[in-house]
């Protein structure tokens, strides 16, 4: 009987966990353009060399080398899209305060890095990248999600060229599971042990770094920090979703990935 009981529970556990885990399958149409590419993260950036990142600089290099972009999206308190990557301004643009907390007449203001650069609107990005090359952007996890999400969304049905989106937060991306299916979606993620750099704390590390909340947003792809991968993402990649890395510093990513998200060296704009 005990036994019995056992391999009941065992396998009530191990259907739980295939539920949690397993990913949504893109098709051939949304993982053609992606299969192969080298992605400029941020922007092909330099940010000691006058072309910060998340910038129209980086972004309009990046597009004639014929690279993917990798960008940042999130909301200024008057409700516009930005592209800017830190919560708080700090680090780029040397003012203490959240990028939430200013307009975007404000922002607009601020200079990159201390040069002639300022922060762009993502309508302003998708007008000048003008579908030369795929965009893959990252939706903020912020005060405002459920806004930023309708906002992105909107931007993007009015842009003609090749997107997807992704989201360390497998609520931003179940949104768009939702209201946009035919957008490829990915989960960021990483070891759990990095999830403590956001002031997670077990089980919400563990949760987050093993791909638990599959469930809510049934990725298509996985965006996972390049190093030893947890089973379950190794899992996922096996039952179908693209293999996305970040961030690569050289080439040999190219082996285990199918996107790479690149900075710092300047690869082929594809590898396969």
């Not at 191990?14 to 941020?42: E, M, S, T, Y």
């Not at 200013?102 to 998708?126: H, K, N, Q, Y």
């Not at 003008?130 to 969304?153: A, M, Q, Y």
């Amino acid at each position: 009987m005990v036994p019995a009981i056992i391999a009941a529970a065992a396998a009530v556990i191990a259907a739980i966990w295939l539920f949690a885990v397993f990913p949504g399958r893109p098709g051939k149409n949304k993982k053609a353009p992606f299969d192969g590419l080298n992605i400029a993260h941020r922007g092909l950036y330099d940010n000691g060399a006058g072309v910060p990142e998340n910038s129209l600089a980086a972004f309009e290099k990046a597009a004639a080398h014929g690279y993917g972009i990798e960008l940042d999206v999130q909301l200024s308190r008057d409700g516009e899209v930005v592209v800017f990557h830190d919560d708080t301004l700090g680090r780029v643009c040397s003012v203490n305060a959240r990028v939430d907390e200013l307009d975007m007449s404000e922002l607009s203001s601020l200079a990159l890095c201390g040069g002639p650069e300022r922060i762009p609107t993502f309508s302003r990005v998708l007008e000048l990248v003008g579908g030369r090359v795929p965009l893959l952007v990252e939706l903020k996890h912020g005060r405002r999600d459920k806004e930023l999400c309708e906002k992105t969304l909107e931007l993007l049905r009015g842009y003609k060229g090749v997107y997807c989106i992704e989201s360390f937060d497998p609520r931003i991306v179940g949104f768009f599971r939702k209201s946009a299916p035919d957008i490829m979606r990915g989960q960021l993620s990483q070891p759990a042990s990095e999830f403590k750099k956001f002031g997670f704390a077990f089980p919400a590390n563990v949760i987050l770094g093993h791909l638990l909340l599959n469930f809510i947003a049934r990725p298509e792809f996985i965006s996972y920090r390049i190093g030893k991968k947890p089973f379950p993402v190794r899992f996922a990649e096996r039952c179908g979703a693209m293999r996305f890395g970040w961030t690569s510093i050289d080439e040999s990513a190219e082996e285990d990935f199918d996107s790479v998200i690149f900075e710092h060296y300047h690869p082929r704009a594809r590898f396969r």
